[in-house]
């Protein structure tokens, strides 16, 4: 079955410690995303990318980084720079970046700190 | 600038009554509209969308969303809850312009 893999469920980050967030689509989809949610915030855009090797930030990514060296993978990384990482993590991917491609989703990962 | 307002944090309902969960938007230009569901610890699901075809969209699990331009108004309704149907559910907007926006989610509760 084609879907997006997110791992692991569960992770817990330690003060100045950088964690990387899998994601995983076999959909063929060009377009990938990530996503923070916060109980009562809805989802917030964190990075997106339209295409392999392009990546563009969104609407709170400060404290994080991505990479898409593979169509299949994008990667996030919170680093320690992000001073309020717990939150759970979204990655969602889409056929296309055009306003009418409805987006797939993941099972999400829940960040901790220790 | 495109938003989306869901009306309501929280709805409560009894099994076997209809469900009725609001979302009005604001966009500029011609959007397209999606319903999502999210379980407890899961991702979210599309359950339907809107995309300048028939202004009635009819979803999985029994659900269904009427697009009113004049009101600017996407509800969701469903004629009969299910236990099954507790969960968060997220209405989305989208246009060319400003790509997808959530709202905050409504919390649906069904109470037997």
């Known amino acids: 079955d084609g879907g997006i893999t997110q791992s692991p469920k569960y992770l817990f980050r330690k003060e100045g410690q950088n964690v990387t967030l899998s994601c995983e689509q076999n959909?063929?989809?060009?377009?990938m995303y990530w996503y923070r949610q916060d109980p009562g915030q809805g989802l917030r855009l964190i990075y997106y990318?339209?295409?392999?090797?392009?990546?563009q930030k969104g609407d709170i990514a400060e404290g994080y980084s991505v990479s898409r060296e593979k169509k299949e993978s994008f990667p996030l990384t919170v680093t320690s720079a992000q001073k309020n990482p717990t939150a759970f993590y979204l990655c969602?991917?889409?056929?296309?970046?055009?306003?009418?491609?409805?987006?797939?989703f993941g099972d999400g990962t829940r960040l901790s700190i220790l | 600038a495109q938003s989306v307002t869901q009306l309501d944090s929280h709805v409560s309902v009894s099994e076997g009554t209809p469900v009725l969960l609001r979302c009005n938007y604001s966009?500029?230009?011609?959007?397209?509209l999606f319903w999502y569901v999210q379980h407890p610890n899961k991702g979210l699901q599309l359950l339907l969308k809107y995309t300048s075809a028939a202004t009635l969209v009819k979803g999985i699990n029994g659900f269904e969303a009427e697009f009113k331009k004049s009101e600017t108004s996407f509800h969701l309704t469903k004629p009969s809850a299910h236990m099954s149907d507790a969960a968060e559910y997220f209405c989305?907007?989208?246009?060319?312009?400003?790509?997808?926006?959530f709202g905050k989610g409504t919390h649906l509760i069904i109470q037997p």
């Open positions: 966009s500029s230009y011609s959007p397209s």
């Open positions: 969602a991917s889409s056929a296309g970046a055009g306003g009418n491609q409805p987006q797939h």
């Open positions: 959909l063929n989809h060009d377009a």
């Open positions: 990318s339209q295409i392999v090797n392009d990546f």
């Open positions: 989305v907007v989208s246009d060319f312009a400003d790509g997808l926006t």
